[in-house]
């Protein structure tokens, strides 16, 4: 059998030899505790299942849905912009849904790249981006994020060849793994960047509701311009605990969302009715249940913090994001800082370089682990110190 060597260009998975000690672990009835992965552990609020209850028992919603959304879903979503962000937006030209945001995202590659093009991506970074310009026939130019340039992707020093030949520029804030966030200013040169070079700006702002300390992460379409150039990708799987139930949306510019529509509804028949229903349950409801979740994330995000510092790692209390990103011990690289933890521990914490090569010297650690199983965790690594 042939098999496309688009597929087999997929970087191989890194933790192989991780995942085989997991299994011998469990295996042998150890419970090991993974901060690996990034899916909410808490419940989906109760009145976004009732909207769910309420629309399966509705007929239409048993058939096809349209690949572009319900109008209403597009129309709450705009809402929700309009009152979150300040942002106004068309819910006819420039809104869509999304079966999450990772569909979105790597089909938008399909719709803006193509062989001898650039894709401008973060390194670390969420992988969908890259291989997304791998699929496409494209490449991906890496932009290194540091602890020096606060994980903001240097723009000055892409290099003006990798510029000119680049179709689409990947930024994520609040970041996956590096839990940095940008301000606006930062956004303003983005768009600049796009202007300058004709690039499209995909922001991914699938963290934007999960954030600490009164702080509100921004949406990238708050700056001037930025409906000219930017599409932004959203989802509820974070903001409502809805990982499972496969919807997001990309709002922006009116041509873009087009463009990305076109490829969707050729490959996809869109988000199933009564999951849109739940959408809009959630974009209609106050934002109690959002705060308190976020509340809980905090106190766990606390105790990761403080442990992790107690065992010798550097780390920067975030402000927004699902995870803890924190600098491993001198002497160790990421993987062998995770294997030994692994090992004399039994808790899996995911090496930075499964993230890009730049993760190197880095950690990431998920806040999505239950309490109990949180506190349990602490106290297995409160007596853990780095070898002198
Ligand atoms: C979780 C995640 C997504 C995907 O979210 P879905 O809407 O569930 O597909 C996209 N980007 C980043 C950076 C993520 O961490």
New binding site residues.
């Given amino acids: 059998m042939k098999i496309a060597s688009r597929v087999g260009a997929v970087p191989p998975y890194l933790f192989v030899q991780i995942s085989r000690k997991i299994a011998e672990k469990k295996a042998q009835g150890i419970e090991v505790i993974s901060f690996g992965i ?1 899916d909410p552990d808490i419940p989906t609020p109760g009145h976004i299942l009732d909207g769910l209850q309420a629309a399966s028992l509705d007929a239409p919603n048993h058939r096809y849905p349209e690949s572009e959304g319900l109008p209403e879903f597009r129309q709450a979503v705009a809402s929700w912009y309009d009152r979150r962000f300040g942002v106004n937006l068309d819910p006819e030209s420039e809104v869509i849904s ?1 079966i ?4 979105g ?1 790597g089909h938008a590659s399909f719709a803006f790249i193509e062989p001898g093009d650039i894709a401008l991506t973060p390194d670390p970074g ?1 992988p ?1 981006y890259s291989v997304g310009a791998l699929f496409a026939g494209g490449e991906s130019h890496i932009m290194p994020l540091s602890e020096e340039n606060g994980w903001l992707a240097d723009l000055d020093a892409i290099p003006e060849d990798a510029a000119r030949r680049a179709t689409v520029l990947w930024l ?1 804030y609040p970041n ?1 793994p590096t839990a940095a966030t940008a301000d606006l200013d930062y956004f303003e040169r983005a768009v600049a960047f796009a202007k300058r070079y004709d690039v499209a700006v995909m922001h ?1 702002a ?2 934007t509701e999960v954030a600490y300390d009164g702080y509100r992460p921004h949406s990238f379409l708050e700056v001037e311009g930025a409906k000219d150039v930017a599409i932004e ?1 959203h ?1 509820l ?2 903001t409502y605990n809805m ?1 499972g139930w ?1 919807i ?1 949306m990309a709002v922006g510019n009116a041509d873009l969302v087009d463009k990305l529509l076109t490829v969707k509804s050729n490959l996809d028949s869109g988000v199933p009715q009564a999951v849109q229903r739940m959408g809009i349950a959630a974009f209609d409801a106050p934002l109690d249940s959002v705060d308190e979740r976020n509340a809980a994330y905090q106190r766990r995000r606390d105790i990761v913090v403080n442990v992790l510092r107690s065992m010798g790692l550097t780390v920067e209390t975030p402000k927004a994001s699902l995870y803890v990103w924190a600098r491993v011990p001198e002497g160790y690289s990421s993987a062998q800082f995770s294997e030994r933890i692994l090992e004399e521990r039994d808790i899996f914490i995911t090496p930075g370089t499964g993230y890009g090569e730049h993760g190197e010297g880095y950690v990431r650690l998920s806040l999505t682990v239950p309490d109990d199983q949180l506190d349990k965790a602490a106290d297995r690594l409160a007596a853990w110190r780095a070898e002198p």
């Fill in positions: 990034g999304l999450g945001a990772k569909e995202i969420y969908v994520n996956n991914d699938c963290y990708f989802s799987s974070k990982t496969r997001g």
